[in-house]
């Protein structure tokens, strides 16, 4: 059996922010071909139809629009005993996130989700003791998209550069060594820095604690 290695570069992380990539997510099967499969392995088309019950034609239909907006790549052929060429293929990143700045500066429903998302998530830090007054919530809200935001902006610089050995690992240890590695460099970044000094003391300064201090 011969096979035909391509080298090519895995992000850790890749953030979308192109409403037409965000588009071409919304297909349920599309989203299942990358975020169940092809984030975890690099599979044929024959292999990603039977795992999924689809149509090999169907499949390579919905292979090649996620190729034309860089969310999956060709990684490899290889050719059977049989003279069958089979082209494998794998996501471009371990894992995808929408863009929230970007999503707020969008129009309509996109810009009201990524607001309500932020919102969200401040208000649930009720549970620790933490209660943003409504006055103070938009200054809480842009800190931190600022945070997130640059977070995002650091880690999707990291790249998987041992695709080998990297397959090899457990989802569990995949996970550990992103966390690690994404930790170490916003650990190393001025600007992450100050934004996450100023949210933790915006933060501290509305929690129960500070006020039995």
């Known amino acids: 059996m011969n096979s035909e290695n391509v080298p090519y570069p895995m992000k850790d992380l890749e953030i979308i922010t192109d409403p037409n990539t965000i588009k071409v997510l919304f297909?349920?099967?599309?989203?299942?071909?990358v975020f169940k499969y092809l984030v975890n392995e690099e599979m044929t088309v024959k292999q990603l139809a039977d795992s999924i019950g689809k149509n090999p034609g169907n499949v390579l239909r919905h292979i090649e629009r996620l190729k034309s907006v860089g969310l999956v790549q060709q990684v490899r052929t290889e050719k059977t005993i049989t003279g069958i060429v089979q082209r494998y293929y794998r996501a471009t990143a371990r894992e995808y996130r929408l863009g929230i700045a970007d999503m707020i500066k969008a129009n309509g429903g996109m810009r009201t989700f990524?607001?309500?998302?932020?919102?969200?998530?401040?208000?649930?830090?009720?549970v620790y003791g933490v209660s943003i007054p409504e006055i103070r919530m938009n200054d809480a809200l842009s800190m931190l998209e600022q945070l997130i935001e640059r977070e995002n902006q650091?880690?999707?610089?990291?790249?998987?550069t041992n695709s080998e050995f990297w397959n090899s690992l457990s989802k569990h240890q995949q996970e550990d060594a992103s966390r690690l590695m994404r930790d170490v460099m916003v650990a190393g970044d001025a600007e992450y820095i100050k934004l996450k000094d100023k949210w933790c003391s915006f933060i501290m300064s509305f929690s129960d604690t500070s006020e039995k201090g």
Request: glycine share 0%; no cysteine; proline share 0%.
């Open 27 to 33: 297909d349920k099967v599309r989203a299942l071909i």
């Open 154 to 160: 650091i880690s999707s610089e990291l790249m998987i």
């Open 114 to 126: 990524a607001k309500d998302r932020l919102r969200n998530m401040i208000m649930s830090l009720k």
